[in-house]
């Protein structure tokens, strides 16, 4: 089945260790997001790569980077997590044409963060 | 102007009774509303959704109810289960407007649904 992945499911890093999340796709979409969730929180987008062009939103702090080397695999890497970055991350896809979005976004399963 | 206001923010029902979650929103541009259904542990699933030349679309159990005029838009559960209780967002989403929101989903705040058996 066609479907979006994300390794590891659960990640302990230490305070100011870096940390890289995965996702990867088997819909072929060319639009990837990586959201921030927060325990009773609703979702909150931090950037999406349309194709290769990257877009940060305003608010997302210089700690979190992003890296997507092909249209199947997309990173988010960390660079100095703090207790405040423990969360879940999810990665989700979505098909674009022109400047036309999809109509859905399929998510991925998560990735729980603890920060120690 | 970019928010999506969704109340309540949590609702408790018996098996069988028909919980409502009802969502509002002020940007005109947003023409896709979906609504995600997130167990715990687990990422959003899209439930079910609706474009605004639509009043009312059902699939199944879920019935979404809306009103352009009054920007507000509701999910409908009809004969609720125990494994209906999850935590429901509404989102609504302008997929080509242009300008620097559009294609990105805004959530609602979230409501989390308990059924009682």
């Known amino acids: 089945d066609a479907m979006v992945i994300q390794n590891p499911r659960y990640q302990v890093t230490q305070f100011g260790k870096p940390v890289t999340l995965s996702c990867s796709q088997t819909?072929?979409?060319?639009?990837m997001y990586w959201y921030q969730q927060k325990s009773s929180q609703a979702p909150k987008l931090l950037f999406h790569?349309?194709?290769?062009?990257?877009?940060n939103e305003a608010d997302t702090p210089d700690n979190f980077q992003s890296r997507r080397p092909n249209t199947s695999f997309c990173f988010l890497d960390i660079r100095s997590p703090g207790l405040g970055d423990a969360a879940m991350y999810l990665c989700?896809?979505?098909?674009?044409?022109?400047?036309?979005?999809?109509?859905?976004?399929?998510f991925g399963p998560g990735t729980r963060l603890t920060v120690l | 102007q970019q928010q999506v206001k969704q109340s309540p923010q949590s609702l408790i029902v018996q098996k069988g009774g028909i919980p409502i979650i009802n969502c509002a929103y002020e940007?005109?541009?947003?023409?896709?509303f979906p609504w995600y259904q997130q167990f715990p542990g687990k990422g959003p699933a899209l439930l079910i959704a609706?474009?605004?030349?639509?009043s009312e679309k059902k699939e199944g159990r879920f019935t979404i109810s809306f009103n352009k005029s009054a920007k507000q838009f509701s999910l409908h559960i009809m004969d609720s289960q125990p494994g209906d209780s999850a935590t429901y967002f509404c989102?609504?989403?302008?997929?080509?407007?242009?300008?620097?929101?559009?294609?990105?989903?805004?959530f609602g705040q979230g409501t989390i649904l308990t059924v009682h058996p």
């Open positions: 989102a609504a989403i302008a997929r080509s407007a242009g300008g620097t929101s559009y294609g990105k989903l805004t």
């Open positions: 609706i474009r605004p030349d639509v």
């Open positions: 819909l072929n979409h060319n639009v």
């Open positions: 790569y349309y194709d290769k062009d990257f877009n």
């Open positions: 940007n005109t541009a947003f023409d896709y």
């Open positions: 989700a896809t979505s098909r674009a044409s022109g400047r036309a979005f999809g109509n859905e976004q399929f």
